[in-house]
């Protein structure tokens, strides 16, 4: 899961608006500040530019700075909300179990409060589960809103499947729909319940979800007819990965039907197509891939599927040149999803060039890594703009990955560099400043270049790791490259 800190009070997989009552707040405010509170919203969308980008620091200082000076607003509660979550994300415990006490202290009287905990919960969930089960059943004995209570139980469910405690979730099952059974959401928490069984077995997960759609069958009573399609399509795909084939078929037509009229529908089938693909279904794949096409010819979705088209061209060709990816680049030249969408064909190269080299047909993964590079340089020339720093940072760093296994160190390293120098607090980065080091030691092992050089520069990329990326992964492999050659710091 993406560390943005928006997710669902309701449900691990869905995106959910909470609205806080607004609070009056005395003209003073306004002279002190110097600033409305309708400003404030570009703040947090400053401070949500920085988290998607690793600021944290910047991010938090925003935050900080809006409960400071929107003391006794809606926005102060959500900046506390928003503040917490980011820290449970990015791992910072301790100050995550401050931010969240200092939300209960200081926020407990605000409307909205409880909706704000049942979502720092949902943030710990599949990261701290026994925090999250502690956070619902605080919610549930502190508040009497049927609402709240009633997402706040489906949490305690949650909370026990992930922590394995079966009987305990079972039991809270058991509760959710015994007291609740007559609330308008009930199916929807089900659903969520559901979800969360994903994570430990997919049968149960399934179980969940028939009971739900078998029980309460009327998507009309759903909050957001969005949500009822992403279920349904969940639907589909867990059928499809317990083996169920005649069930998802039955699940895909009900979706059809029930959701024709739904703008999110073509998404949604596209989105089955592509777990089709990944499972190794390419022939559903290719069947739902072609139906969008046709149905949906013209539109912003036409792109997606015959990129799809291509990418099941690749997962069951031979022949990587053979794929359909000219015809992409010709008709689509003036889309502005083409670089996207083209990003996904190298990516489905590179799992298969994996796939190949992993099963000792080296010479085929080479013809797919090729592939990569040469699709990886009409990226860079000529689709990539300005307004997709992420996806420049990950072609180049593709590229990088790609060079490198066709033992073009050299390359490997520019484009490695490139990410680096680019996009220093992307997601890439710590990973392309150790793979230059790397990239160093397999130049010396080649004999490409001197042990003197290769190991002055091994050594300052691995430095660099340690002193820019201190908590990313590579770190001890860097530390333990520099102490066996006479220098940790």
């Not at 729909?177 to 609330?183: I, K, R």
């Not at 996904?344 to 080296?362: D, F, M």
């Not at 060079?403 to 996009?423: C, R, T």
């Amino acid at each position: 899961m993406h560390t943005k800190i928006l997710k669902s009070k309701k449900g691990i997989s869905r995106l959910f608006s909470v609205v806080f009552a607004f609070v009056v707040v005395p003209l003073a405010l306004y002279v002190t500040t110097g600033r409305v509170l309708a400003d404030v919203s570009e703040d947090f969308e400053q401070a949500q530019v920085y988290d998607d980008n690793g600021k944290y620091p910047q991010a938090v200082q925003i935050y900080e700075n809006i409960i400071t000076e929107h003391s006794g607003t809606e926005h102060a509660l959500r900046a506390q909300n928003r503040l917490t979550r980011m820290h449970v994300f990015t791992g910072h415990s301790g100050a995550a179990q401050t931010a969240c006490q200092q939300l209960i202290d200081n926020f407990s009287q605000y409307d909205g409060i409880e909706k704000a905990i049942c979502e720092v919960a949902d943030s710990y969930l599949t990261l701290k589960p026994q925090r999250a089960l502690e956070l619902y059943q605080y919610v549930i004995d502190t508040w009497s809103d049927p609402n709240d209570e009633m997402w706040a139980q489906s949490g305690v469910v949650k909370a026990n499947v992930m922590l394995g405690n079966e009987s305990s979730a079972q039991a809270a099952y058991g509760t959710l729909l015994t007291q609740y059974d007559e609330h308008t959401n009930i199916c929807e928490a089900v659903y969520d319940v559901g979800d969360t069984y994903r994570f430990k077995s997919l049968q149960k997960a399934l179980d969940k979800y028939n009971y739900a759609i078998n029980t309460w069958p009327d998507y009309d009573a759903w909050i957001d007819e969005d949500d009822a399609i992403l279920r349904q399509t969940n639907l589909v795909i867990l059928r499809l990965s317990v083996g169920d084939e005649s069930g998802a078929q039955a699940a895909y037509e009900d979706l059809l039907t029930t959701f024709s009229g739904n703008y999110k529908l073509p998404g949604a089938v596209l989105d089955i197509a592509n777990a089709c693909l990944v499972s190794g279904n390419t022939q559903k794949a290719t069947e739902l891939y072609q139906y969008t096409k046709t149905q949906w010819s013209g539109t912003g979705h036409h792109i997606w599927a015959e990129a799809g088209l291509v990418n099941t061209n690749i997962a069951t060709g031979n022949d990587p040149n053979d794929t359909g990816i000219d015809e992409l680049l010709t008709d689509f030249s003036e889309d502005s999803d083409l670089a996207k969408a083209v990003y996904t064909v190298t990516e489905q190269y590179h799992y298969v060039a994996l796939t190949r080299k992993s099963q000792g047909n080296s010479k085929q993964a080479g013809q797919y890594f090729a592939k990569i590079v040469s699709l990886g340089r009409k990226l860079i020339k000529d689709l990539l703009g300005t307004s997709d720093p992420d996806l420049s940072s990950e072609v180049r760093y593709l590229m990088g990955q790609s060079y490198q296994k066709l033992g073009d160190f050299g390359k490997a390293i520019e484009y490695y560099e490139q990410v680096v120098a680019g996009w220093p607090d992307g997601a890439h980065a710590w990973s392309a400043q150790f793979r230059i080091g790397r990239s160093w030691e397999q130049l010396e092992k080649a004999g490409a270049v001197t042990r003197s050089e290769a190991q002055s520069n091994i050594r300052y990329a691995y430095q660099k790791v340690l002193q820019d990326y201190p908590h990313c992964p590579a770190v001890k492999a860097a530390k333990a490259w520099l102490q066996s050659h006479g220098k940790s710091n």
